[in-house]
């Protein structure tokens, strides 16, 4: 559990395969942790939760926790999310919630995206 723009956020992590997706025209692609759709979003603000080297960032290693938000087609948000320990990188996914993602801006940004 750690604090980001005043708000408590807790990453709940997953292993990497429920979402990574093999693809027949490129070597894999991204799908919603929670339900498996393929259609995201990759948005523009990623965080880091310190760690430092006490666990602090609330995901079960000793160093910061890294996270890539992710909206989904599907409304789920969620993040890939890099966690450091130890010399060692582990790549998961975790569940956010609109208020961890100030998510009003990041839905702005999806949007805008289709204006294109």
Not at 23 to 45: F, M, R, T
Not at 65 to 78: A, F, I, Q
Request: charge should be negative.
């Amino acid at each position: 559990m750690f604090r980001r723009g005043g708000a408590e956020v807790s990453m709940s992590g997953t292993k990497i395969a429920p979402f990574f997706q093999a693809d027949d025209i490129w070597e894999s692609k991204l799908v919603c942790p929670a339900c498996g759709y393929d259609y995201n979003h990759v948005l523009p603000h990623p965080f880091n939760a310190p760690g430092h080297d006490q666990g602090a960032a609330g995901w079960g290693g000793r160093g910061d926790l890294y996270t890539l938000p992710v909206w989904g087609e599907c409304g789920h948000v969620w993040g890939v999310q890099f966690g450091f320990h130890k010399g060692q990188t582990f790549l998961m996914a975790g569940l956010l919630t609109a208020k961890e993602l100030e998510y009003d801006e990041a839905l702005a940004f999806v949007k805008a995206q289709g204006k294109k």
